[in-house]
């Protein structure tokens, strides 16, 4: 059954974990298996980890580290960085993770949706899209760690996707990205009313109460987050956390059966 999910990203940047605030000056906040160990023990609902520098430097996925996260994790594992084609997909499902998620490679061709679809399953493709407000209004899609802006329209590439059936979509804010002044919310309201396939929101999260609002008004979405997750009070100081039981149950409105 689907039902929302509390989700925090990590950032892979030279091996180690990071965070970035609009995708500019990534900070280290610790290794990346050390952090799922953590997160293991709080039972979060579902993991992301995207390789920030992988497409930008022309290069696959780390397969080694996706083999270690995968040995590591307890919970169901996203994992996205470099992936342009189905053996990588087929790859990176083999070694353990959950689902695969692909943004500049799918950018240049639309109908690699349904081909991975076939190869490893609809519900494991994502689609990452990273956008930007634009000055007159509208947001516009880029790629490669957020350096080259798509040529395509925002809101046809969503409609497209969703036809196509895509397994999820997971939109970024990137002028969010490490603010933690709250989701975009006028972003959140046109990407689901272009689409009824899973969405995830990621970008902008600065307490749960932000994550509650979001599921309170669209119910069934992912409410992601990366600096919420990894840094705590006002001077960022860098501590790994997630809600627990109790706190999840005020988010999400669900039974306890229903979290874990």
Known sequence: MLRSRLIPCLLVHNKGLVKTKK?????YVGDPINAVKIFNEKEVDELMVLDIDASREGRGPNFNLIRDLAVECRMPFCYGG????????????????????????ILKDLTLVKKLGAAVGVQSVVV???????LLGGYDIYTLNGSKKYKGNFKDVVAQLNDMGVGEIVINSIDRDGEMKGYDEDLVEITRNLCDVPLTVLGGAGNLDDMKKLIDKYKIIGAAAGSLFVFKGK???????????????????MPHSSII
Do not use: H, W
Not at 82 to 104: D, F, H, R, W, Y
Not at 128 to 134: E, I, N, Q, R, T
């Open 23 to 27: 995708f500019k000056d990534p900070k």
């Open 82 to 105: 470099g992936v342009s084609t189905i053996e990588q997909a087929k790859q990176i499902i083999n070694l353990g993770a959950e689902k695969v998620a692909i943004s500049s490679a």
């Open 128 to 134: 990452v899209l990273d956008v930007k407000k634009k």
């Open 235 to 253: 001077y960022r100081a860098v501590l790994i956390n997630y809600p627990n039981r109790e706190e999840k149950l005020s988010i999400s409105n």
